[in-house]
């Protein structure tokens, strides 16, 4: 910020100095503010209200309670932070908050990653569908194809832009490879394990996830896979001890994928 400048003296002392033009103040910094993505909130909220339904069950199209049609044209105060129907107050989707917080956090994060401009766009596209497939897999266990696809897709896509605009396409191919590497080995542990393996879904998403961080080296897509392994099976143990769950219960991966793929793009830097 400018800063105020000291008052003027009733009378200068010296007449050349009351003569000298005043410096300039130093310029006004223009930084991004985390904040301004809330105004893309009501979306996110809208795809995890639409998508948080068991397979096989129609997209959600209003209010369970009460059918109030829950859309864009009027997204208050269903998709607004409240959460709730304007017609009977039942709650719509996402917990209050969550995913404000969630969206704030995903910006803080390519803020602190500092990514090239067009590796910025990639990262903050495979955000925009990681958050509400975040709070999707944790309603109904999973992650519909209308979220996953795009995300790896888009991802991709700008990726190959980044390698156009200078970066050659080593980067690009290595990060397609481990892209689908981490989606063979989420789909292998289906085939081999059945239900005790990670779903479909999550190969999917691993799809994208192995996309974005192969672009940066081999190793960076192992370490965020390491990290997602290490959060689930902290909070399963945690949850095994307390007795919310049983060596049976089935928890869903994705949150911890999510998370594993930001953590990694946080030690980068």
């Known amino acids: 910020m400018t800063r105020p400048y000291a008052a003027e003296p009733a009378a200068a002392e010296n007449p050349a100095d009351a003569a000298s033009p005043r410096r300039p103040g130093p310029a006004r910094r223009h930084r991004p503010r985390p904040l301004a993505v809330l105004a893309v909130t009501p979306l996110l909220r809208y795809a995890v209200a639409r998508h948080a339904v068991p397979a096989g069950t129609d997209r959600r199209s209003g209010c369970d309670a009460c059918a109030a049609p829950i859309g864009l044209d ?15 107050g039942a709650r719509v989707g996402a917990p209050p908050a969550t995913v404000e917080l969630a969206a704030v956090a995903a910006v803080v994060v390519l803020l ?8 910025l766009l990639a990262a903050a596209w495979w955000l925009a569908f990681a958050v509400p497939l975040l ?17 790896a897709g888009g991802t991709w896509l700008l990726l ?4 156009l605009a200078g970066s ?16 063979l080995f989420f789909a292998g542990t289906t085939l ?3 239900a005790r393996g990670f779903g479909i879904g999550d190969a999917k998403l691993a799809l994208g996830a192995g996309t974005l961080l192969g672009w940066y080296g081999w190793s960076v897509p192992l370490l965020g896979l390491f990290l997602a392994l290490t959060l689930s099976g902290v909070v399963a143990l945690g949850l095994l001890l307390t007795g ?6 089935h928890l869903p991966f994705g949150p911890y994928l999510v998370l594993g793929t930001v953590g990694a793009l946080l030690l980068l830097r």
């Open 168 to 183: 050659g396409p080593a980067p690009w191919l290595r990060a397609t490879a481990a892209g689908l590497g981490l989606a």
């Open 192 to 194: 081999l394990l059945g």
């Open 244 to 249: 919310r769950a049983r060596w049976s219960s």
């Open 112 to 119: 602190l990653a500092r990514p090239p401009a067009v590796e």
């Open 160 to 163: 190959g832009l980044a390698a």
């Open 135 to 151: 709070f999707v897999d944790v309603a109904v266990h999973r992650l519909p194809d209308r979220l996953t696809w795009p995300a």
């Open 74 to 88: 009027r997204p208050w105060p269903a998709l607004g932070p409240a959460a709730r129907c304007g017609g009977c």
